[in-house]
């Protein structure tokens, strides 16, 4: 009964595309890229029927952080488990949380089938969760992190109040964009009165939305979130140079670059091009797709480099393509898979390589290196899931065992430098052994990090391995299958 009535909720739900989304094509996909169906089984046992016991390591030890945040935390933003304290994220000035780590969970607890917490996680939102607060918001990580992660939820479970109070959030975030002379959008909102702030908005900030509003649009059948999210990254598209690069940000009261610097995947950029190519894989937008082809071309020919038999994105000026730095940030590494995703598997595999290199010399990579020397600029790290975000999409889209083998051993490099007896925690330096503990557990562990390695060996009917998407935050806005029972 359940999958019959799923299945008509699939279907209405592409009529919304095909109609309510005018920039969606014919024949676009309802979600996600449908990855290639394999004839024969993995050559070694991760592969078919997955690594059952790998994966119950997995989510024992996301449990273990959960455990902590639930015992001191539960109800704020993140916990900091080492002092045993609740950490405010959008609002610390006004010592306010939303739960963020709660939402940031939804789906992760669902498809690992922690079904108790995960009731416990819905009964908390649906009693305290409100957007009507009057503080200004940063709206690139408030779409990622909760529009991402209640549009998840609700896909998970179907509960219409998850949507309702998606669509609340959208709609107090929508004056970014309406109320912008560019439509390029504001990087700051404030919840209740709908006040924007922040003009010089980052490429990062104007570009990684349309997924989340897309979703939104698909769901409620109201084409403006898509339409405005789009206007933005052709308004951004719009701009580049007359060497197909893009600078770094743009005051969008004016239009006019305010950084000409092209750091590629790196930030400021980093989720800007996994949106414009999103666009495409989650709706099937052709145009999206050209707009992605032509400045990843320009990427490849002015910012790849092959340094010592690695490869690299480099920065560059923009406009003249005059190198600016060879810096690269932990946060680039999650560009491997969707350079590969988008066609180009052989600098995909390439890039990642360079990162498993780094990796062999710091089991936890530093946030950032100098890639001529590959020694570290930054040496903390703030528990992030990049690099395994990589190995996962890299893992099914080749089926290639080498990828579960190395998020294995991030897993394992992981596990033994920055766990605490009570939860996890990020890293203040990796150069040192030990290596420096810190006193944060980010909320995007509980989306990233233990989903991308628990999807990688787990087998579970509440996940579609052969056609999914996940958002730059780890949300499931393709894939998830709802009413399955747990693995
Ligand atoms: C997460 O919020 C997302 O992965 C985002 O795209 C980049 N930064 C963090 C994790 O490092």
Redesign the pocket.
């Known amino acids: 009964m359940l999958k019959d009535f799923d299945g008509r909720l699939r279907q209405f739900e592409r009529r919304q595309v095909l109609q309510g989304l005018g920039a969606v094509g014919g024949g676009a996909l309802l979600c996600g890229r449908a990855l290639p169906v394999r004839a024969t089984a993995f050559p070694d046992s991760r592969g078919g029927p997955g690594d059952p016991q790998i994966a119950k390591e997995i989510s024992t030890e996301f449990l273990h952080a959960w455990d902590c945040y639930k015992k001191y935390a539960f109800g704020y933003d993140q916990v900091k488990p080492r002092s045993g304290k609740p950490d405010h994220f959008f609002f610390p000035k006004q010592n306010q949380s939303i739960g963020l780590s709660i939402i940031e969970a939804l789906d992760t607890l669902y498809v690992m089938g922690l079904d108790s917490e995960l009731k416990i996680c819905l009964d908390w939102i649906y009693a305290n969760l409100t957007f009507n607060i009057n503080a200004d918001f940063n709206v690139f990580e408030g779409i ?2 909760v529009l991402g992660g209640l549009l998840a939820g609700y896909l998970a479970i179907r509960d219409q109040r998850l949507l309702q109070l998606a669509k609340d959030f959208g709609d107090r975030v929508m004056p970014i964009f309406t109320k912008s002379p560019t439509g390029l959008p504001y990087s700051a909102v404030n919840l209740a009165t709908g006040a924007v702030s922040k003009p010089d908005s980052i490429l990062a900030a104007i570009g990684t939305n349309i997924l989340e509003f897309g979703m939104l649009s698909q769901l409620t059948g109201d084409p403006s979130y898509y339409n405005a999210a789009k206007r933005a990254l052709r308004e951004t598209y719009n701009r580049r140079s007359s060497l197909d690069l893009l600078g770094g940000s743009v005051n969008v009261e004016t239009g006019q670059w305010t950084s000409g610097t092209d750091s590629g995947p790196n930030p400021v950029t ?2 800007f091009y996994e949106y414009v190519y999103g666009a495409y894989a989650l709706f099937g937008d052709q145009e999206c797709l050209g707009w992605y082809r032509t400045l990843n071309n320009a990427m490849n020919k002015y910012l790849v480099e092959n340094y010592n038999g690695l490869v690299w994105y480099k920065t560059v000026n923009f406009q003249t393509g005059a190198v600016l730095n060879r810096n690269q940030s932990e ?1 680039a590494s999650f560009y491997a898979e969707l350079v590969a995703a988008s066609g180009n598997l052989n600098l995909g595999a390439a890039y990642y390589q360079s990162w498993t290199k780094v990796l062999q010399s710091y089991p936890v990579l530093p946030e950032s290196i100098d890639y001529t020397t590959l020694k570290p600029i930054a040496a903390g790290n ?1 528990f ?3 690099y395994v975000n990589s190995s996962f999409d890299l893992y099914w889209q080749t089926g290639n065992n080498f990828y579960a083998q190395t998020a294995y051993q991030y897993f394992v490099g992981m596990r033994d430098n920055a766990r605490l007896p009570e939860g996890y925690t990020i890293l203040t330096d990796v150069t040192t052994k030990p290596m420096q503990q810190g006193d944060l557990f980010p909320a ?1 562990g509980f989306a ?1 990090n233990f989903k991308y390695l628990y999807l990688i060996f787990a087998r579970t009917p509440r996940f579609n391995t052969q056609s999914f998407y996940l958002s ?2 780890g949300k499931i806005l393709c894939g998830l299958r709802p009413g399955q029972p747990a693995a």
Do not use: G, W
């Open positions: 990622i992190r980093d989720s946060l703030a992030r899931p990049e995007y990233e730059t935050e």
